[in-house]
Each structure stands twice: as C-alpha cells, then as structure tokens.
C-alpha cells in the first residue's frame, strides 16, 4: 500500500537569515490530496554546512551530534505519524506541537475540546465541559499527594469514578443528574483520545461490569391542560411578569421553540403566517441532514411578534430586540441566558402568586408542547417532526403521559358497543 504522507528534513533557501544561514524545517507531504506543510526547528545552516551534516551519508565525527539531534526531530514526527489511522495533516500538527505526555493527560485534553467546541460556537457545552474539568481538579485536591495539575488516563479507573461520585454526591452535595453530566463529557474525551490512539481501548473504565453513570429518571416538565389554563389567563402583576409569560406561551405555541432559537430568529425566517428555521442545535450536529422547522402561527403569536418585534429592520436582523447583529457569539450567548433568566425567575413569582409550581422555566414550555399536542390526539411522529427530534425515544421523554380524565373517558368509550 503506498504511503499516506512522506516525511523528510530540508534546508529552507527561500530566503536567507541575517548571519547568512537558512532555517532546516520539517516537511510533511501527503499525495492525496496533495497537501505540504512545513514545521521550523531549531537548527540553521549554510547550504554547505547542511550538505556536510544531514544530506550526506557518512558525516564527519564532529557532526554527528548534531545530526542526530536532527534525526531524533524526524523520528518523532514518523512516531506521530504511525499514530494517525487514518493519516490526516490536521491530527498530525495537533499531535507534533503538543508537549510530551499531552495525549494522556486528561487535563489538556479537556482543554482542546473546550477550544474546538468554543470555536464551534457550542458555548453550552463548552461551559459544561468546564464545569466538569472543574469538578474533578476539586476531587485531586482531596486526594494527598496528588497534584492537582495531573490527571492521567491511566488515573481514571472504575473505582477512581465511584469515589468521585460518591466525592461530588456526599461531600459537595451535587445532584445525581449533575454527576452523570459530567461524568458522560469524560466518556467522551475517553472515546475521542480511543480514536486519537492517545489510549488503549483496555483502559476505557465505562460499561458493563465497570463504572456507568448514575441514570436519573426523567421528571416531566409538562403543565396539564388546566393548568396551562390557568397561567394564560392570569394577569401580571408586573410589566416584566407580562413579557415572560409572552414568551413563555410564544415558545409553548410555536412547537416548543427553545429560548435560543426564538433569539437566533431574523426577519427572513417570518414567511407570511408562518415561521421556517433551523434549529441552532442541529447546525453543527446534522450538517449533512438539516431538516427546516416549520411553525404556523396562531392569533396570539402573531400577537406576541406585532408586541415585541422588530417589525421595520432589514430581512437579516433579529426578529426580536435579544441581540444585535454586531454582537459577538459569546455576547449572544450571555444575552441568550440572561433573557432566559428573566423568563424564568418572573415566570416563577406569577406562577406561585397563582397557586402554581415554582419549579416551572422555559423548559416546560417545550415539555408542554409535546405532551398537549399527543394528549389532544397527534401522533408520537408528528410531535417528533414537530420538535426536530432525529428519533423517537427523545420525543417519548418529552411526553408527560395521559391524564386520569382521558384514561376514565377511553374506559367508558371502550363499554359503548
């Protein structure tokens, strides 16, 4: 099989150094496609210097030195290269220029995750992933003799993860859902750093027999019909009561619309009686399967729009005054949670003045979406294709099940031969 990339050890005569020497560089070449890039190193000489240590056979005693300081750069580089399957000049730079030892450090790990998902603008799950590399330097801290700054792959046993949770559960008094969220981002650098051949598969500590994460049962975040009911006919007491609970009902009304998304929504995407987008979720994940949302409006979300809207900006500005089109992705993102803060903290003082869970925030509107629509008679399907779900057993969560009036008049239906 022909090689993937050529490896090779050149003096760089393009343009000559001050002192009349050229800088030696590293290249890697690969065929297919055809691609080279080119890496500096320490050492300069003169063309006649290079001829005498590197591209002849048999140089004199006083250079081989150095020309194995030169060779020990090129085996390195094969080193990495071996590594790569498939071979990629991408995976090759981020592996050369990393420090000895990078690859199984799970700190740095975690670090280059966050950097690719920040320059993904994924700032959700690059706080999250955060939060979890946080978590686990505040566990080293407890453990005598461990410095906090090391954490290898090798460190990370089954039984390292059952002292953690039980660290971050009993200790830190986290819940079980927040363990297993960060425990699953570690699964992940594990099954990258797999992939990488950072790490032998026989190290993975996740699975039968081995460490799982602890699994939460779902609590459903759905309103019943009276109880939607009742929050829509409440009166605010505040101005700021009234926009939450706008917004609130405008996500519920069209298909469960996440906070974000209603954010991220222009004036192109309103199209007559009706809203078509892409759910920023999906962007980065489905590239090669986006699949449009489409949301028809009703009286009271043509109301909310007429209400909040930027109804007279150009096709490319925001639907609603969230952001700004100058705003940079990690000023969206803290105006995005801000405004889904506002939602929720003035939604929970109108619910409990009106008798109603203070646990309620954006999410329930999505959760109540679902669960109204399939209690009013659509299809687990529709409701799938309504929320941009890629698959079934996600929708099926989101459906708080029937209510007991529903379950007493199927009964009663069922004796009427």
């Known amino acids: 099989m022909q090689n993937q990339y050529f490896i090779s050890i050149f003096l760089d005569c393009r343009r000559a150094k001050a002192n009349g020497k050229y800088p030696v560089k590293l290249r890697i070449f690969t065929p297919n496609p055809r691609k080279q890039k080119l890496y500096a190193t320490k050492f300069e000489f003169t063309e006649k210097e290079f001829q005498s240590i590197w591209a002849t056979a048999k140089p004199r005693t006083e250079h081989k030195e150095v020309r194995n300081e030169i060779r020990a750069v090129e085996l390195k580089a094969e080193e990495v290269a ?45 706080s999250n992933y955060e939060l979890a590399l946080k978590s686990f330097i505040e566990f080293l801290k407890t453990k005598k003799g461990k410095a906090h700054t090391s954490l290898t792959f090798a460190d990370v046993t089954p039984d390292w993860l ?55 049962r779902n609590v459903k975040k759905a309103f019943s019909k009276d109880n939607l009911k009742q929050l829509f006919e409440v009166d605010p007491q505040t101005p700021e009561q009234k926009k939450a609970k706008d917004f609130w009902f405008f996500s519920y009304g069209c298909n469960g619309m996440n906070i974000k998304d209603i954010a991220l929504l222009k004036n192109e995407n309103l199209q007559g009686d009706k809203i078509i ?72 003082k109108l619910a409990v003045i009106n008798g109603l869970t203070d646990e309620i925030s954006t999410y329930w509107a999505r959760h109540s979406f679902a669960t109204s629509a399939i209690r009013s008679g659509a299809s687990m399907e529709f409701v799938m294709e309504a929320l941009s779900h890629n698959n079934l057993k996600t929708t099926q969560n989101y459906f708080a099940g029937f209510e007991e009036t529903d379950k007493r008049e199927l009964m009663q239906k069922l004796m009427n031969f």
């Not at 950097?115 to 799950?125: A, D, G, I």
């Not at 979720?281 to 699949?291: F, H, P, S, W, Y």
């Not at 089109?325 to 405004?339: A, G, M, Q, R």
């Open 82 to 126: 071996k590594s790569i399957l498939p071979f990629s000049l991408s995976s090759f730079e981020k592996k050369y220029l990393r420090n000895k030892g990078d690859g199984s450090n799970i700190i740095y790990q975690y670090n280059e995750a966050v950097k690719k998902l920040k320059s993904n603008n994924s700032l959700s799950t690059a």
């Open 162 to 216: 059952q002292k953690y949770e039980n660290f971050m559960i009993n200790d830190l008094k986290r819940s079980r859902t927040t363990v297993s969220m960060y425990v699953r981002t570690l699964r992940t650098i594990f099954n990258n750093a797999i992939k990488e051949n950072d790490v032998e598969p026989e190290m993975y500590p996740f699975g039968k027999g081995k460490y799982q994460p602890p699994t939460v």
């Open 277 to 348: 987008f892409y759910r920023a979720k999906t962007i980065n994940t489905a590239k090669t399967d986006l699949k449009p949302v489409t949301v028809y409006l009703t009286d009271f979300t043509k109301e909310v729009i007429k209400n909040y809207a930027n109804m007279n900006s150009e096709k490319k500005e925001y639907l609603f005054p969230i952001l700004t089109t100058k705003d940079t992705e990690t000023v969206k993102h803290t105006k995005i949670k801000n405004f889904t803060r506002f939602i929720n903290q003035n939604l929970k």
